[in-house]
């Protein structure tokens, strides 16, 4: 048995980011397929593991954690090549953390969902994320720009949660390079790393049943 096990599928860039932070580090870790598209995390079996009824769900040393920051947060402590060095680079990473989830991650992947995974989206609503995303991806490439790495001088958890849902530039209609360049040469930087994997081959669950 391994010493994570992340309760994940290959479609969720929430759970993509502890999935790449655990492979990167190079860590014992096993995923477990959540049936998500099959309403799961709907049962009452998932609740009792995750009362928000949400992925990702990390499994380690007697301790299940839930939500992709708190989790990434957890994993730093143990691989601490890949989480703040002080005080002011904590709070800087947990400023990014939180614009991630409340800014990037949330417009992101709601606009990318009604993309790719709904038959008849409301075109309106489509527009409206996808306006909302653009103007994350503007802040985070303006950022960007003058620096290779979110925080500090190398790869760490701000980088591995912004990045979740923005390699899946088919399934989000973008052309980094053309639109965002910082943000296409800081994803360049990312999938060089050593370790590195793209969510469809690190996690289990691609592809959907044609149903």
Same mark, same amino acid.
């Given at each position: 048995m #391994?010493?994570?096990?992340?309760h994940?599928?290959?479609?969720s860039?929430?759970?993509?980011? /502890? &999935?790449?932070?655990?492979e %990167? ?5 096993? /995923? ?23 992925v990702?769900?990390? +499994? $380690? !040393? ?7 920051g ?11 090549q890949?989480?703040? =060095?002080?005080?002011r680079?904590? *709070?800087?990473?947990? *400023?990014?953390? %939180? ?6 991650? #949330?417009?992101? &992947? ?10 008849? /989206?409301?075109?309106?609503?489509v527009?409206?994320?996808?306006? *909302? &995303?653009?103007?994350a ?5 303006a $950022?960007?720009? !003058? =620096?290779?790495f979110?925080?500090?001088? =190398? ?5 591995? #949660? ?6 899946? +530039?088919?399934? %989000? ?10 943000? !296409? ?9 050593? =370790?590195?994997?793209?969510?469809y081959?690190?996690? /289990?669950? $691609?592809p959907?049943?044609?149903?």
């Amino acid at each position: 048995m #391994s010493e994570y096990t992340l309760h994940c599928f290959a479609q969720s860039g929430n759970a993509y980011k /502890p &999935a790449l932070l655990l492979e %990167l580090a190079g860590a014992d870790w096993q /995923p477990r397929l959540v049936d998500y598209f099959g309403g799961e995390t709907r049962t009452p079996a998932w609740r009792a593991l995750n009362a928000m009824g949400e992925v990702p769900v990390l +499994e $380690h !040393a007697g301790e299940r954690l839930t939500q992709s920051g708190v989790i990434l947060d957890y994993l730093a402590q143990r691989f601490p090549q890949y989480g703040p =060095r002080d005080e002011r680079e904590r *709070r800087e990473v947990l *400023r990014w953390l %939180l614009w991630d989830n409340h800014k990037l991650t #949330s417009y992101t &992947a709601t606009y990318r969902f009604q993309r790719t995974f709904l038959k008849s /989206p409301e075109p309106a609503v489509v527009a409206e994320f996808g306006k *909302r &995303a653009r103007a994350a991806w503007d802040v985070l490439d303006a $950022h960007l720009a !003058a =620096r290779d790495f979110v925080v500090g001088e =190398r790869l760490g958890i701000a980088d591995v #949660s912004l990045a979740g849902y923005l390699f899946w +530039e088919d399934e %989000l209609g973008v052309d980094w390079c053309g639109s965002h360049p910082a943000i !296409a040469a800081w994803l360049a930087r990312i999938r060089a790393t050593p =370790r590195w994997r793209a969510p469809y081959d690190l996690m /289990p669950g $691609h592809p959907l049943p044609a149903a």
